[in-house]
């Protein structure tokens, strides 16, 4: 597995105020995990899923680990471009606005 980015300090407050939340977290994550999907793919599935409920910190979170996975610009922009048919053009260019200043520099 890539090395995820750090969690946001408000994270690790949280697991640590709620570590029973966090281990039922952790445990659902190691869950969703276990499949035939190669890291990538889980990365960008748990991204459009993201997208779709328009949920800015997921979205943003799903971004940094999909490229931490070894994501490539190009398979971020495919995810970004399905999402315009299912959610919209006016939400999907929202969600690039929320996610635009995490590509890397080109």
């Known amino acids: 597995m890539a090395k995820m980015p750090k969690a946001p300090k408000t994270y690790d407050d949280f697991v640590r105020r709620f570590p029973k939340l966090a ?15 190669d890291e990538v793919t889980v990365r960008l599935v748990k991204l459009a899923i993201a997208l779709g409920g328009l949920r800015v910190g997921a979205t943003r979170s799903g971004m940094r680990k999909a490229f ?4 490539t610009t190009e398979q ?12 919209g053009l006016p ?16």
């Open 91 to 106: 939400a999907t260019v929202a969600v690039y606005s929320w996610v635009r200043d995490l590509y890397p520099k080109r």
């Open 23 to 37: 281990a039922g977290w952790d445990a659902l994550t190691a869950a969703g995990a276990d499949g035939p999907l």
């Open 76 to 87: 971020i922009d495919q995810v970004l471009a399905l999402a315009a048919s299912t959610i």
């Open 68 to 71: 931490a996975a070894g994501a």
